[in-house]
């Protein structure tokens, strides 16, 4: 079955010297997914994307997007198939947004073209559909962290590819920026896009998500949907720390409730993590 | 960056409100941006055609410097009057003072100073860097050293270019090497390698120094290597000026590619950019143009640091304008320059130290008003 998305098998790497590595990991990313990696430091989750986007070259398995096999693709083929947007970026010198965004069409030009005044505009009218076109001329480094994010998203729009790859995207930004660009993070897979994104909230896996991913080791130890893998147990287990979902009631018409994870304390020292997490036995933080 | 914690911070509150903000801005600005982005190239192309103005008349300014005063109009006579047939107003005095003494002493100005301010730009794109310089690699103490060698040597002045050369372009394939067998290509290595190799460098010019018959070969060293454009001849300036024309080339082919290395290396990858075969054309187009001056002027620094950051003034950071306005506000600085040099005493200054003299406190100038960027 042909995937329109991100198609990933046997996936194996490892760095020379140890380190992180993953073993035969298996993945698939269809159109109009949210797929959250999540996991504790070291589970291999950069290093996947790093994989996919070209940065790495595994050493077992096949990566594909959009039935056709990464391995085959020079940088600027990749390019049109998947765009990164990357946890920060730091950029020396005093380029615009615009700039920032216009780069995204760098894989549709040949080596020696400039972007066109077409071009321009399209980076533009993208800024624009973010809400952000007002900063077109500021400076790219001196805008907040939030707007250098939604920058970033532009700038990968642009690109025009069917894969969205996020590496912990939220990380640098305060709570209300988190959920403005997790929100777009999902408009944007609701339009069509398969979106792989990793981060270190498993909150963001259940209201952000279609599915979720959770690794540990270099291995994928449980693929879903939020609602099945991202439970009190699997997460207590992830993170080998007392971790429990609540369900709670939203106000307003109707039935609603979402779930959310909340660390919680032992009771006593020396006595094992609780694996159900339940309140009879812990106490919120 | 150090700065990235403090502004995630100012954009507390500004949060989703992204999203209603762009009901009220978009309509007012999605009319008016795109003209001005567009209004934008054209000063651009404007500061540009102007850059070329100023320098034209410093040109026709410069030919009639020196101890024998020329008037413009009779060096713009004699200039024209080579290329169509003019009445003659002028002397033969002023003929040879232009077209034999002045020419070649102008052009090559302009050429190794245009090869080092573009050089300079690309290696600080490529490295995002913008205190790098084209020594980075070694290339000048290197092509230094094989100028100092072949005067050591007694040799003739063409096989003293061809040395100089020779060892530039050795030490940035040393400075590779070293890069690719520490790091893997890393920058930051690349960067050790060349100061690795530049040190190895400078301490053989010192052998040679040592060595140096201190009566007469000592002292033709040491001012070769304070650097000059005394000697230069217009033959002599032939292959260099097609050396460094298509080197520019190189550069000008690869400007938007470049210009994306500037987001970094992974992310240009991500974007599409051959990374590896842009740095190639880099390291190559840089090291050629590097080891080209040094072999006809000797060691001019401080000329591929500070004028990029002049010209990003004037032109942004885009590659694709910094390309242009680095290379002609190049070629018009050293050509002051050397107008100093060669008419402000008797005696003609050497280069190397009057572009350090001027360009170290203008570099820290320009730190105090850009240097919050950086850092």
């Known amino acids: 079955m042909a995937v329109n998305g991100v198609e990933i098998t046997g996936l194996g790497f490892s760095y020379g010297r140890g380190g992180h590595r993953l073993t035969d990991v298996s993945l698939s990313v269809r159109e109009a997914d949210v797929c959250t990696l999540l996991g504790p430091n070291g589970a291999g989750k950069t290093t996947l994307l790093r994989c996919v986007l070209g940065l790495l070259t595994p050493e077992h398995g096949t990566i594909r997007v959009a039935g056709i096999n990464t391995a085959e693709l020079s940088a600027r083929e990749l390019a049109r198939l998947v765009a990164y947007v990357p946890q920060t970026t730091s950029i020396t010198f005093p380029f615009t947004t615009l700039d920032i965004a216009v780069m995204g069409r760098t894989p549709h030009l040949s080596l020696t073209a400039t972007p066109s005044g077409a071009d321009r505009r399209a980076a533009l009218a993208t800024l624009a559909d973010l809400g952000i076109d007002h900063l077109a001329h500021r400076s790219f480094a001196g805008l907040s962290g939030g707007e250098r994010q939604l920058t970033l998203i532009a700038r990968a729009l642009v690109q025009q590819a069917p894969v969205l790859i996020l590496d912990e995207p939220t990380a640098a930004l305060d709570y209300g920026n988190e959920v403005h660009l997790l929100r777009v993070v999902t408009e944007l897979a609701a339009a069509g896009r398969a979106v792989l994104m990793t981060t270190h909230q498993p909150d963001h896996a259940l209201a952000y998500a279609t599915r979720a991913v959770l690794m540990r080791n270099g291995a994928i130890i449980a693929d879903g949907s939020p609602e099945d893998v991202v439970t009190s147990d699997s997460l207590t287990e992830l993170y080998g720390t007392p971790i429990h979902v609540a369900r709670v009631a939203l106000p307003g018409p109707g039935a609603r409730s979402a779930r959310t994870c909340i660390p919680v304390q032992h009771v006593g020292d020396g006595s094992e993590p609780t694996r159900n997490g339940g309140p009879p036995c812990a106490s919120p933080v | ?375």
Not at chain 2, 90 to 119: C, F, K, N
Not at chain 2, 253 to 260: E, I, M, N, Q, S
Not at chain 2, 261 to 282: F, K, M, P, S, Y
Not at chain 2, 292 to 315: E, K, M, Q
Request: glycine share 14%.
């Open chain 2, 1 to 375: 960056m150090v700065g990235s914690a403090e502004q995630t911070d100012r954009s507390g509150g500004r949060a989703g409100d992204v999203a209603s903000l762009q009901a009220d801005v978009a309509p007012a600005t999605s009319g008016k941006s795109p003209t001005g982005s567009l209004r934008g190239r054209g000063r651009i192309d404007l500061r540009i055609g102007l850059l070329v103005l100023g320098l034209l008349v410093l040109v026709v300014v410069s030919f009639g410097l020196g101890r024998y005063l020329l008037t413009p109009w009779t060096v713009v006579q004699v200039l024209i009057g080579q290329l169509l047939d003019i009445p003659v107003h002028w002397t033969a005095t002023d003929q040879t003072v232009v077209m034999q003494v002045r020419l070649p002493r102008i052009v090559g100005a302009l050429l190794v100073g245009a090869a080092l301010s573009a050089s300079g730009a690309a290696y600080q794109t490529a490295f995002r860097n913008p205190l790098v310089s084209p020594e980075i690699l070694g290339v000048a103490a290197a092509a230094g050293f094989g100028a100092s060698l072949a005067l050591l040597l007694g040799l003739a002045p063409v096989v003293l270019q061809i040395m100089a050369f020779g060892f530039g372009v050795l030490a940035a394939v040393l400075s590779l090497g070293i890069g690719r067998i520490m790091g893997g290509g890393s920058t930051i290595v690349l960067v050790l390698g060349g100061i690795v190799v530049g040190a190895m460098f400078q301490a053989l010019i010192s052998v040679t120094q040592y060595l140096a018959d201190p009566e007469n070969t000592l002292p033709e060293i040491t001012f070769w290597l304070l650097g000059g454009l005394g000697r230069v001849s217009l033959g002599g300036l032939v292959v260099p000026g097609i050396i460094v024309a298509v080197c520019l080339g190189m550069l000008y082919a690869v400007r938007w590619p470049l210009t994306v290395l500037a987001a970094g290396d992974d992310e240009a990858h991500t974007l599409g950019v051959n990374r590896r075969l842009v740095w190639l054309l880099v390291v190559a187009a840089t090291t050629l143009m590097t080891a080209n001056v040094v072999s006809i002027a000797g060691i001019i620094g401080w000329v591929g640091l500070v004028v990029p950051h002049l010209a990003r003034f004037i032109g942004g950071p885009s590659f694709a304008r910094l390309l242009p306005t680095s290379t002609l506000l190049g070629a018009g600085y050293l050509l002051a320059v050397d107008d100093v040099a060669r008419s402000a005493t008797p005696v003609d200054l050497p280069l190397g130290i009057l572009t350090a003299l001027i360009g170290a406190p203008f570099f820290v100038a320009l730190l105090a008003r850009a240097g919050r960027q950086w850092l």
